[in-house]
């Protein structure tokens, strides 16, 4: 028998599938207020086993199912969420706090009758950890003072915690960018499936430059 190498990708099958018109970036957290039927019981079961499932962007179709609306077609690339709390303020409806864990690349997918999405996925290996260089310095300044004003203003549960090595991690603050500007859910999505943390951080870089957002390093 051959060993398979110490690097290959972690396959996951029937991994249960949540898509959002939103895109989640590894790191990020992700606030769900579940109430359909098809997610009520996935959720609680996963928080429950300590395993995650997956969020994926709607390419079409809607998060809440409308008789007439177009049928819902999943991004290929999605990332794994781990419930780290859970709450039940009344019967039909959970609230639930999520991180974002690794990357995945859908192989194969299917709708099961009652209409939860499973699918066999491969995935993504982690950013490597890439220092900020000092040319995108300023883009990191930014981001501390950004995240800050949002826990002042929305509790420290809805906000990433900016520490200091954290913001030398180029992966790190170009995914919290990514969440904060206003970009289209296509661009949003492409951002997230690059493989080249610092290329993300260059990309967001140039955004904060054209609308001012950054100070000078």
């Not at 110490?6 to 579940?34: I, K, N």
């Not at 420290?156 to 603050?173: K, M, N, Q, R």
Request: aromatic share 4%; proline share 9%.
């Amino acid at each position: 028998m051959i060993a398979k190498p110490m690097h290959a990708p972690l396959s996951l099958t029937s991994l249960p599938l949540f898509p959002l018109e939103a895109v989640l970036y590894p790191g990020g957290l992700l606030a769900l207020r579940v109430f359909e039927v098809r997610y009520l019981t996935m959720v609680r079961k996963c928080h429950e086993a300590g395993a995650p499932f997956g969020v994926v962007c709607l390419q079409s179709g809607t998060e809440v199912r409308r008789a007439g609306a177009r049928p819902e077609q999943l991004c290929s690339v999605g990332t794994l969420a781990r419930v780290e709390s859970l709450q039940s303020p009344q019967a039909g409806l959970l609230l639930a706090r999520c991180v974002g864990g690794a990357r995945f690349r859908i192989q194969r997918h299917s709708l099961l009758a009652h209409g939860l999405w499973v699918a066999d996925v491969e995935q993504i290996p982690d950013d490597l950890p890439t220092p900020v260089p000092e040319h995108l310095a300023a883009t990191a300044l930014a981001l501390a003072p950004v995240l800050a004003t949002l826990r002042e203003r929305h509790g420290a549960d809805a906000v990433s915690t900016a520490t200091p090595e954290l913001l030398h991690d180029s992966g790190w603050v170009a995914n919290r960018w990514c969440e904060l500007l206003p970009m289209p859910l296509p661009l949003k999505q492409q951002m997230m499936e690059l493989d080249n943390p610092l290329v993300r951080l260059e990309l967001v870089g140039d955004m904060l430059d054209r609308t001012g957002i950054a100070p000078e390093a």
